[in-house]
């Protein structure tokens, strides 16, 4: 019996020199626990640029991955060794090596949300918070962009003059959001705005007062001086740092919206793992400097 799994995390996480990084969708007590809460986009800046032997990255697959790609002397561990992104998984490297002989001139931009093997068949990575820059910044009219069907409507949208090639994939948890149920939302409470994450559909994202990555909603509700409460449509996860930097606003959410892949990831997985150093991800060489080339893309471009 452990008696106190905070204490003993804090004790490894010394012995061992690890940095813990958790994405807002993570259980409460893991963003407690970590040194730093973030976006795709922050988890993987701070995954470059740290002095630390070992990140444990509290989130999906794709996320560790990414921190191993641009860490590649880093030990990189994934507490909740199976928690995959299912959107990640609807794009693999012979449909897209197919669909790039297809768009010969086309270059590819791929969601930071997919695997390494794809990212290592793409010329630039972008997330959510970048997507959009990333796509006005790379050198090409044509882009094959995937593979979020979603986020690239979105973009296609604020980026008319390229011609993107979309793919079919989506997030279930932002898909399944319907207008309905944000105009039943507003008719409860008539002082509502409404964020919207872009893996949402065009219906929804019609909607929406302000369009953006989860950190981008809490920085828009911090900096907001209007008196209004706010639904909050993203996986219900980013309301603990929501709540905590604007202590004083109202918020609505939709309670479907749980990705649980994201909540995987217990204390003990996190002990257990520090402990035994487990739960490490390893990547091949030759694909990783590729996938690297695609998301050091995406730290340049997007800067
Ligand atoms: P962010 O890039 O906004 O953190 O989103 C990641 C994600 O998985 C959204 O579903
Ligand atoms: Fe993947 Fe959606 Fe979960 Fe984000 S919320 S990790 S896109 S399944």
Not at 30 to 35: C, M, R, V
Not at 124 to 131: E, F, I, K, P
């Amino acid at each position: 019996m452990i008696e106190n799994l905070e204490d003993e995390i804090l004790e490894l996480k010394a012995k061992r020199n690890a940095i813990i990084l958790a994405h807002y969708y993570q259980n409460q007590e893991i963003q407690e626990i970590a040194d730093f809460v973030g976006d795709s986009y922050e988890l993987s800046k701070i995954a470059k640029n740290n002095s630390a032997d070992v990140i444990v990255l509290c989130g999906v697959r794709f996320m560790a991955e990414s921190a191993k790609i641009l860490s590649p002397h880093k030990k990189v561990i994934l507490p909740a060794i199976n928690a995959g992104c299912p959107m990640a998984d609807m794009a693999n490297a012979p449909s897209l090596n197919k669909l790039k002989n297809e768009h010969k001139n086309a270059k590819v931009v791929c969601y930071i949300n997919s695997s390494v093997e794809v990212k290592a068949l793409s010329d630039a990575c972008c997330t959510s918070s970048n997507a959009v820059k990333i796509v006005k910044n790379i050198d090409s009219n044509d882009i094959i962009f995937l593979p979020d069907k979603n986020l690239g409507s979105y973009v296609k949208e604020q980026v008319p003059n390229k011609n993107i090639i979309l793919w079919n994939g989506f997030c279930r948890v932002h898909d399944m959001v319907t207008p309905e149920n944000i105009i039943e939302a507003k008719k409860l409470k008539e002082n509502l705005k409404v964020l919207v994450h872009p893996e949402c559909s065009y219906n929804v994202r019609e909607l929406a007062d302000f369009i953006g990555s989860t950190a981008s909603m809490i920085r828009y509700v911090s900096s907001d001086k209007d008196t209004c409460e706010y639904l909050i449509v993203t996986e219900t996860g980013i309301m603990y740092k929501m709540r905590e930097a604007n202590p004083d606003k109202k918020f609505h959410t939709l309670n479907k919206m749980i990705c649980v892949n994201m909540k995987a990831t217990k204390l003990e997985d996190i002990y257990l793992s520090l402990k035994n150093m487990t739960n490490e991800i390893n990547i091949e060489e030759s694909i990783r400097k590729k996938a690297f080339d695609a998301l050091n893309n995406m730290l340049i471009l997007g800067r």
